[in-house]
């Protein structure tokens, strides 16, 4: 299995689109790109799932090594573990429903399905890298088509969500680019090679300084707290596909950041960080909860609730047991499957309606039958219903949170325990509102979901189930490379 | 005998036809669906009869004891090392038991359903939707590890959430499927925290390895559990006590009652199956899974159980008086009795003589689920003839309804207690167990039961005798024979049930339990019974203001429990004023207005700095050469004055 083929498919396809003529062939190539994803996302599966099972027991499969920068110790250095699989396979789950639903887009296709394709060749690059510089610079790739698709496609204040998303993920990546400065010139030796700097020691004083950077950084993305202002506006300006990027992709980056570069790396400090980790995730996990509450807009109701949401990805880095962190890789994949899906719903309706409000729909379960059934099944993964993805993700992370025995730890599962109840009150009202109730006269002409549309939910549903219903395989996926950083995390700091 | 492949056919098979017609229904079964899944259902039944039968009398009992087996389990998620939730089956007594009792009460119901729900558009969801409940209840009882109950726990809320709201067009439907998964919701938190606390403290999750690790006073797990403590209460007794709260949510217990009342909005087959004989016993259920635990090593708990439970009865009774709503009255009556069964558990012991209360609990499950499946069956064909909810639109109905009014009666005898039918031997020995463990508990009970007997008979004259109302409409008649047929059949139950030595089968520790009946101390309960009977025959037989008067002559009593006392309005209350009003709003301002605005603010200055220094940069050489010049004189002035 080489490592290259998931960036040379998605250049490949990238550059295709802006060889074709027309938009209808910029369609088919595109969907033909994200196919071929999907597929090698499987054979990358299963190639990595039958080297484990052979008892190939090293930290990183698949490993390549290209000189860059020999002279500043940079080489193009990929390789995968279990976690990157997850979001690898992830990845391709949403870029496939993406490209789907933008079926109809027809202004400028050819530059929408081009910065589509670049945002998962970044994203694809950066879960593959083993080089935090060669990482950092898929970072920036998957970060600047977030900016135009909002600004160009989006509605709404869309200048406005443009600008902020923009400037703040660029300042979450200029932390991140400090913070990996700092531990290239501190680590012994010069070096920026994850695997290097993970069997080096880095002196605490180092660590101290740089982890804050690394994990505000990244946690920009995956919407820390008080960092998450770019979330509710960024999604509900994007358009339907750009959302569910930035929900089902971009706040990855952050979350798989956070894990392998800060936590991983700098697990001296990690410890010592510990604690307000924790506290800022559980604010995350109630406060976005209550304030889903109040909104209006189902893109602001699916906003807000993944600041909730990615709380817990953020929780179970906090909590640092292997369970807990295993679950944050479990709520990472759920998250990302789901909210893809539930922009995806939303999307189809308001093409329909024209509206986002709740207060305005009703009884759309008459004539959209399918999109309601999608709508009732992503509201349901979200208030964590067994059987769906949700439910197991988050379980995962509160087992795992609750094996720290001290008051602290407890208290703070305790009260994200009770966000499921606040969780399910949003839900609710929101997918009830929508779909139950009388049928709005205005509503009565309306068409059900197009066969892109269908497919699209269908393949986010499938991941949603697979998930849901037998998750020992991911969980069988992940765990090795989690343990690998609680072993890193178990290391006694040096002394002096 | 027991085999495995079979027995978990028993879930699956439902499950199927939830697939099968969830998917494909509204496309290729639009008239089979209720056929399909009924079939599938009746098989299942089948099984599940064949089950019980090699489980207590071919395989029987080891050493006088029924053994707890495990034909199936698999790991489905681990956390740990002996930490992981598995999927299993678990047969005992009382598994065996209630998969007897949920195969066939759903399989009643889906027969009943081919009828009242004829012509229904929607008639392959409500089929599927059956099938999914049916599947989850039954993975429910035969749950082999506490994450597996939880699962299937909230699997049956959903279900009951589809299925409640499935008039989905009608707002009030729409209201209470929304509030009955919420409020169970809130109780399930209480239950996921106690699983937690139990599991840290067994080191296990699985059902057997628990009870084992928690019961016996030498092992360290249970040392640390019961010495750990929290605002004095011990670590053990929180997390069951928490474990409780989930439970008393599902089982519409005081004070997380509100739900059940409202679920009747769901169609009447639906109430019958999942609001009154399966899924609200649940919690009950879950008490006596954990029972040794309960039992053994927290009274305090165990005691907790039985107060609920006995308020909840009582409760429960005084407001079944005064509800006009036939479905509503069934409701309070289903929160009432499962008190019973609540605080039968709560105040029995473990093992032998001791363990009564727990046979009387799981005896009055059984027949209470035939019963009151019974009555709202019954109730259903009743508002299918006369298209109303409300008692004063009934009357004299005996005459078009016949079947329906026999069997009706029958259930009616059989709740009030009356012998020989199957209530009266379940709640003798309740009342039995509450005599010899608690006697305020007891005199509780004893009212309860005569308020049972008033308001049963108080909605059975109300129906079928009074005052005649003429049918509206074209006369349909009674329902055929798919209806009929399932209220004949749970007759023959609730009116022979009582008979089953149901000691010999279960028993709190699986040795035979020998129940005898004392003539004098049934004299009391029979004596109320009657009275009651007797006193709803006096105001409701013919149409007189004799209820007007008395409910006038009550005064505030009256209207505080017509009003529910005002448990619904303290809730809305809490939710609306406070939660809503004092925790989102300020949250979801603080977030627009201070943290968002902080981001601005640091966006509008970099804008307004980068705005007043761009003219610095003007292209124009005498500008900048007169900055140098500034530049250098302020250099100088600083290194000869300042710096000297």
């Known amino acids: 299995m080489n490592l290259l083929l998931l960036i040379a498919i998605p250049l490949v396809t990238a550059v295709l689109v802006l060889l074709v003529r027309n938009a209808v062939q910029v369609r088919w190539v595109s969907l033909l790109g994200a196919t071929a994803q999907l597929v090698l996302a499987f054979v990358l599966f299963f190639a990595f799932r039958q080297q484990r099972i052979d008892g190939n027991a090293a930290d990183m499969l698949f490993q390549l090594q290209y000189n860059w920068f020999p002279s500043w110790h940079i080489s193009f250095h990929l390789g995968v573990d279990g976690i990157s699989v997850a979001m690898i396979l992830l990845t391709a789950f949403v870029v496939i429903a993406g490209v789907l639903v933008s079926w109809n887009v027809e202004k400028m296709t050819k530059e929408f399905y081009f910065l589509l394709i670049l945002l998962s060749l970044g994203a694809y690059g950066f879960f593959v890298s083993l080089d935090l510089f060669v990482l950092f610079f898929f970072l920036e790739i998957a970060v600047i088509p977030k900016y135009l698709l909002i600004g160009v496609w989006g ?11 923009a400037l703040m993920l660029m300042g979450g990546s200029v932390l991140v680019l400090v913070g990996i400065l700092a531990m290239y010139y501190n680590a012994p030796g010069r070096s920026a090679d994850i695997q290097t700097l993970a069997r080096s020691v880095i002196s605490p004083e180092v660590q101290k300084i740089c982890f804050p950077l690394l994990f505000v950084g990244f946690g920009v993305f995956t919407a820390l707290f008080p960092f998450h202002t770019w979330v509710p506006d960024g999604h509900s300006s994007a358009p339907t596909a750009g959302s569910m990027f930035l929900a089902g992709i971009s706040m990855k980056l952050g979350g798989y950041g956070c894990l392998r570069v800060a936590t991983y790396l700098l697990h001296d400090a990690a410890k010592d960080y510990s604690t307000p980790i ?12 209550f304030a889903t509450m109040m909104q209006k807009d189902l893109k602001y109701i699916n906003a807000y609730s993944s600041i909730s949401h990615c709380g817990f990805v953020l929780l179970g880095i906090g909590m640092m047991t292997k369970t807990s962190m295993t679950g944050t890789v479990m709520q990472m994949v759920s998250h990302g499957l789901m909210t893809a899906l539930f922009f995806a719903v939303i999307g189809m309706i308001y093409e329909r309606t024209h509206t986002r409000q709740v207060s305005e729909m009703g009884g759309l379960l008459k004539t959209m039958p399918f999109i309601s059934t ?10 964590g219903l067994p059987g769906l993805s949700g439910f197991a993700a988050e379980m995962t992370v509160f087992m795992g949170s609750w094996e720290n025995p001290d008051t602290f730890s407890r208290v ?6 009770l966000s499921l109840v606040v969780t399910a009150v949003y839900i609710l009202r929101a997918v009830t509102k929508t779909a139950m109730g009388p049928l709005k006269p205005e509503f009565a002409a309306l068409t059900d979901a197009r066969w892109n549309e269908k497919l699209a939910a269908i393949i986010l549903v499938a991941g949603i189930l697979a998930v849901g219903t037998a998750p020992f395989w991911l969980n069988d996926l992940v765990n090795p490379a989690t343990q690998l950083i609680k072993d890193a995390l178990n290391l006694q700091p040096p002394i002096d | 005998m027991l085999n495995a492949t079979y027995i978990s056919l028993i879930p699956l098979l ?5 697939v099968l017609l969830g998917l494909f229904g509204r496309k290729y079964f639009k008239n089979t669906s209720g056929i399909i899944g009924t079939g599938l259902m009746l098989v299942s039944a089948v099984l599940a009869l064949y089950t019980a039968y090699g489980y207590f009398f071919e395989y029987g009992k080891a050493d006088g004891v029924y053994q707890k087996l495990v034909p199936l389990k698999y790991t489905w998620l681990e956390f740990g090392k002996g930490l992981s939730i598995d999927m299993g089956i678990v047969l005992d007594p009382i598994s065996v038991m209630m998969l007897v009792v949920v195969t066939f009460i759903s399989l009643m119901v889906h027969i009943y359903s081919l009828g009242y729900l004829k012509g229904e558009e929607r008639f392959p969801t409500y089929y599927a939707y059956l099938g999914l409940f049916t599947f989850s209840m039954l993975g429910l009882v035969m749950s082999s590890n506490i994450f597996q109950i939880y699962i299937f726990w909230e699997l049956v809320g959903v279900s009951s959430f589809l299925l409640i709201g499935y008039y989905y067009d009608k707002p009030s439907a729409v209201a209470a499927c929304k509030k009955a998964f919420i409020v169970t919701r809130f109780a399930d938190v209480g239950f996921l925290i106690g699983i937690l606390i139990l599991s840290f403290y067994s080191g296990t999750l699985d059902f057997n390895t628990l009870i084992a690790a928690l019961t016996s006073p030498e092992s360290s797990e249970y040392k640390t559990a019961v010495t750990a403590s929290f605002l004095g209460i011990s670590a053990l007794s929180w997390g069951l006590i928490l474990v409780f709260v989930g439970g008393a949510g599902k089982s519409a217990m005081f004070p997380l009652h509100i739900w059940l009342p409202d679920a009747m909005e769901g169609p009447t087959p639906v109430s019958a199956l999942i609001h009154a004989a399966t899924m609200v016993v649940a919690g009950v259920f879950l008490v006596a899974r954990l029972f040794p635990v309960f039992a053994i090593s927290s009274p305090g708990a165990l005691s907790v159980v039985a107060y609920v439970g006995a308020i909840s009865a009582f409760i429960a009774a005084i407001i079944a008086c005064t509800q006009t ?6 409701a309070y009556s289903t929160m009432s009795q499962i008190g019973y069964m609540m605080f039968a558990l709560g105040v029995s012991g473990y093992g032998g003589e001791n363990g009564l209360g727990y046979t009387a609990s799981m005896f009055h499950l059984f027949t209470h689920a035939m019963f009151k499946a019974l009555l709202f069956l019954g109730a259903g064909a009743v508002i299918h003839f006369i298209h109303s909810n409300e008692m004063k639109d009934m009357g004299g109905l005996r005459k078009y309804l016949p079947i329906t009014h026999i069997t009706f009666l029958i259930a009616c005898l059989a709740i009030a207690g009356v012998p020989p039918f199957a209530g009266f031997f379940s709640k003798e020995e309740i009342l039995l167990a509450a005599y010899h463990h608690n006697q305020a508990i007891y005199w509780m009970a004893l009212i309860t039961s005569a308020l049972t007997a008033f308001y049963m008979f108080r909605l059975y004259f109300s129906i079928f005798w009074n005052k005649e109302q003429q049918p509206h409409g074209e006369h349909h008649g009674e329902g055929g024979f798919a209806m009929m047929m399932p209220l004949v059949l749970l007759a023959i139950g609730a009116a022979a049930a009582g008979f089953i030595p149901f000691g010999h089968y279960v028993s709190s520790d699986g040795k035979t339990l020998e129940t005898a009946f004392h003539l004098s101390f049934s004299i009391a309960p029979v004596a109320l019974g009657l009275a009651g009977i007797f006193l709803a025959m006096w105001m409701y037989k013919s149409q007189t203001d004799k209820p007007e008067k ?12 017509y009003h529910k006392f005002y448990i619904d309005e303290l809730y809305l209350f809490i939710t609306h004023k406070i939660i809503f009003n004092l925790i989102g709003r300020p949250a979801a301002w603080f977030d627009k207005v201070v943290v968002d605005g902080l981001v601005n603010l640091a966006g509008n200055t970099t804008t307004k700095i980068a705005e007043t220094i761009k003219g610095f940069q003007s292209g124009k050489v005498q500008q900048y050469a007169l900055y140098f010049l500034v530049g250098v004189i302020g250099l100088a002035v600083l290194f000869i004055y300042v710096w000297k």
Do not use: H, Q, W
């Open chain 2, 550 to 561: 008395i409910a006038a002559s009550l005064g505030g009593l009256y209207k505080a429990a």
């Open chain 1, 278 to 289: 924790i506290v800022l995730s559980v604010i995350a996990i109630l406060y976005g909860a």
């Open chain 2, 325 to 330: 709503d036939i479905k509503r009255v069934l």
């Open chain 1, 374 to 383: 999608m709508l009732f099944i992503v509201g349901l993964c979200s208030l």
């Open chain 2, 14 to 18: 439902p499950l199927a036809g939830f």
């Open chain 1, 155 to 165: 509605s709404g204040r869309k200048e406005y969500s443009a600008n902020k998303l």
């Open chain 1, 412 to 417: 703070a599962t305790i009260l994200s325990c």
